[in-house]
């Protein structure tokens, strides 16, 4: 994302992600989203008896099911921290556009489990543990967005002023001054600090 230049020739601004800062928090948010999905198992099974993922003889931890969607979790964090540096290398209004993106998939997400044959306190509890996923990927990878920020500026040639040449090349002349040229059959133009030939008929 850049903007134009200023009219008082400060050149364009140009505002990127810096990728080493921002990958970086993508992966801490990715691992922030694990975690979340794990406790948020671990409490409804263990702390409020609500056997979500899997059967109730499973224990606390559940089955494999549980290792899957804590996997799920941070990849959804990862996919949503590509979609948001793809947005802020191009897109105008990034975060906003981003915020609507993460908001209907959170929304899906919440929908989603009422749509099974699961019992209503196991649907409630998986739709409030991918509610709190959504709204904890959103918030972090927006604060990532905001602090890894690079801000470049590209300044335009001053007017006026010739633009460097390469080594042996000519020096071009300052605006408005043209250099003499010698015509064929035309005698050759004094220089300053040389003294002006005579023509013939002054002998």
Same mark, same amino acid.
């Given at each position: 994302?850049?903007?134009?230049?200023?009219?008082?020739?400060? =050149? /364009?601004?140009?505002? @990127?992600?810096?990728? %080493?800062?921002?990958?970086?928090? #993508?992966?801490?948010? *990715? $691992? !922030?989203?694990?975690?979340?999905?794990?406790?948020?198992?671990?409490?409804?099974?263990?702390?409020?008896?609500?056997?979500?993922?899997?059967?109730?003889?499973?224990?606390?931890?559940?089955?494999?099911?549980?290792?899957?969607?804590?996997?799920?979790?941070?990849?959804?964090?990862?996919?949503?921290?590509?979609?948001?540096?793809?947005?802020?290398? =191009? /897109?105008?209004?990034? @975060?906003?556009?981003? %915020?609507?993106?993460?908001?209907? #998939?959170?929304?899906? *997400? $919440? !929908?989603?489990?009422?749509?099974?044959?699961?019992?209503?306190?196991?649907?409630?509890?998986?739709?409030?543990?991918?509610?709190?996923?959504?709204?904890?990927?959103?918030?972090?990878?927006?604060?990532?967005?905001?602090?890894?920020?690079?801000?470049?500026?590209?300044?335009?040639?001053?007017?006026?002023?010739?633009?460097?040449?390469?080594?042996?090349?000519?020096?071009?002349?300052?605006?408005?001054?043209?250099?003499?040229?010698?015509?064929?059959?035309?005698?050759?133009?004094?220089?300053?600090?040389?003294?002006?030939?005579?023509?013939?008929?002054?002998?």
């Amino acid at each position: 994302m850049s903007y134009p230049a200023s009219p008082n020739g400060a =050149g /364009a601004i140009r505002v @990127r992600p810096d990728p %080493g800062q921002f990958w970086a928090g #993508a992966a801490a948010t *990715a $691992v !922030v989203a694990a975690l979340i999905a794990l406790v948020g198992i671990l409490v409804s099974r263990w702390a409020l008896n609500i056997p979500i993922l899997a059967p109730t003889g499973d224990g606390a931890w559940g089955n494999a099911h549980t290792g899957e969607y804590v996997l799920l979790a941070a990849l959804v964090a990862l996919i949503a921290a590509g979609v948001l540096y793809l947005l802020e290398l =191009g /897109a105008p209004a990034p @975060r906003v556009f981003f %915020g609507w993106i993460v908001g209907l #998939a959170t929304l899906a *997400a $919440v !929908v989603y489990p009422f749509s099974t044959n699961a019992p209503l306190e196991q649907k409630a509890a998986t739709a409030i543990v991918n509610l709190i996923l959504g709204v904890a990927i959103a918030s972090l990878l927006s604060a990532v967005s905001a602090r890894a920020i690079r801000v470049s500026r590209s300044v335009p040639p001053t007017y006026g002023q010739p633009r460097p040449q390469a080594y042996g090349q000519p020096r071009p002349q300052a605006y408005g001054q043209t250099e003499p040229l010698n015509r064929p059959g035309s005698p050759p133009l004094d220089r300053p600090g040389s003294s002006p030939t005579p023509p013939n008929d002054w002998r």
